[in-house]
């Protein structure tokens, strides 16, 4: 099994700036990718971004591109999701995933998730 555990949300007022962190433990694959997904009320779970092993391939959703910057401490097994210039559309529940290859945007392409932070944008 894996574990992965989100931190870092909170309250926070439009274009400001959060960093959340998800550290990974447990049977972790080697050469794993990692996943943020977020979760709005009424809505489903969407992609946010995305990381391999290297760090060499990263992927956003257009929605926070050039906002959002996603990073991994390999020592560590941890992951970042730096995000500024924050919108009230930005509020959700965000959660990292993992798999075992390749990254990916589909959420069911993910074995393993976090219980997810709340990160919640006023206007």
């Known amino acids: 099994q894996v574990q992965l555990v989100e931190s870092g949300g909170g309250l926070v007022q439009a274009g400001d700036s959060l960093r959340l962190s998800c550290a990974a433990s447990?049977?972790?694959?080697?050469?794993?990718?990692m996943g943020w997904f977020r979760q709005a009320p009424g809505k489903e779970r969407e992609f946010v971004s995305a990381?391999?092993?290297?760090?060499?391939?990263?992927y956003y959703a257009d929605s926070v591109e050039g906002r959002f910057t996603i990073s991994r401490d390999k020592a560590n097994n941890t992951i970042y999701l730096q995000m500024n210039s924050l919108k009230p559309e930005d509020t959700a529940v965000y959660y990292c995933?993992?798999?075992?290859?390749?990254?990916?945007?589909?959420?069911?392409?993910?074995?393993?998730w976090g219980q997810g932070t709340q990160v919640t944008v006023s206007s």
């Open positions: 990381i391999s092993w290297s760090g060499g391939s990263i």
């Open positions: 995933a993992t798999r075992s290859t390749f990254p990916s945007v589909r959420r069911d392409d993910y074995d393993y």
């Open positions: 447990g049977r972790i694959f080697a050469n794993y990718a």
